[in-house]
């Protein structure tokens, strides 16, 4: 089944919310982004009845290495406990539309609250970003390449090493040609690790670099055979990255 963006799914569901206060049965795995502080996370959390958390884990931009949480839900507010002692304290935020009801996963937009570890304690705000049902859908990418997962992500997280530390070689070779850039309108394309270098400080300004560090080539969203990044801004099909917008 195709996972869709979890905001496309609210958008009806919004529309019935006076009909709809109880949340449908049934298991959905929803991913989220944000930030803890200043660093840029993404969130993985398998929920049941959209009313409480059977399991989930986060990762941050740069290690993406997955965390795993243990979480309990008390009404609108959730926590979630890592190993090292990190804790999460988080309550669900609307947008208004939930029009009084008690929030949770199934009327909120996002989580916010703060993480605390011994004497340190950063605000934490995270979107829902999209949902895909049953928590159960492997391999990730099968709509996009028929490699391992692994595999996949690593190619793009190639890419996106490679153009921070301005390693022309190493991000040429995570790219899928032809590569399509959208610089504010105006369409280019780059046929070869050649054109790419050429054209690199058109590319990779300094605008696009520093939002780049905030990148999650894990668990991407798939959509038509591409993979999402930056919602939107890079997209990687089964060769590598396949289009970038700025």
């Known amino acids: 089944m195709p996972r869709l963006p979890l905001f496309a799914a609210l958008i009806a569901l919004t529309a019935s919310a006076a009909l709809a206060a109880t949340p449908p049965k049934g298991v959905e795995t929803l991913e989220l982004a944000g930030k803890v502080g200043g660093r840029?996370?993404?969130?993985?959390?398998?929920?049941?009845?959209?009313?409480t958390i059977d399991q989930g884990h986060y990762f941050y931009a740069g290690p993406l290495a997955d965390i795993p949480l243990v979480a309990k839900v008390d009404g609108e507010a959730v926590s979630l406990t890592e190993p090292g002692g990190g804790v999460f304290s988080l309550h669900f935020v609307s947008n208004g539309s939930a029009k009084g009801e008690a929030l949770n996963f199934y009327n909120s937009t996002g989580l916010q609250g703060t993480w605390t570890r011994g004497a340190t304690s950063l605000p934490v705000s995270?979107?829902?970003?999209?949902?895909?049902?049953?928590?159960?859908?492997?391999?990730?990418?099968?709509?996009?390449?028929?490699?391992?997962?692994?595999?996949?992500?690593?190619?793009?997280?190639?890419?996106?090493?490679?153009?921070?530390?301005?390693?022309?070689?190493?991000?040429?070779?995570?790219?899928?040609?032809?590569?399509?850039?959208?610089?504010?309108?105006?369409a280019l394309?780059?046929?070869?690790?050649?054109?790419?270098?050429?054209?690199?400080?058109?590319?990779?300004?300094?605008?696009?670099?520093?939002r780049l560090k905030d990148a999650l080539p894990h668990e991407m969203f798939v959509h038509n055979g591409m993979a999402m990044v930056l919602n939107g801004d890079i997209w990687f099909d089964a060769r590598g990255a396949a289009v970038i917008r700025h």
Request: charged share 25%.
């Open 40 to 51: 840029a996370v993404g969130m993985n959390l398998t929920v049941r009845d959209y009313l």
């Open 189 to 210: 394309t780059i046929r070869n690790p050649a054109q790419l270098r050429a054209h690199w400080a058109e590319v990779f300004t300094p605008r696009f670099l520093a």
């Open 126 to 186: 995270l979107g829902f970003d999209w949902s895909f049902p049953d928590g159960k859908q492997r391999p990730w990418y099968s709509g996009a390449t028929d490699e391992p997962d692994a595999l996949f992500e690593a190619r793009a997280q190639r890419f996106v090493r490679g153009a921070l530390a301005g390693d022309r070689a190493m991000t040429a070779r995570a790219v899928s040609y032809p590569l399509s850039v959208d610089i504010h309108g105006r």
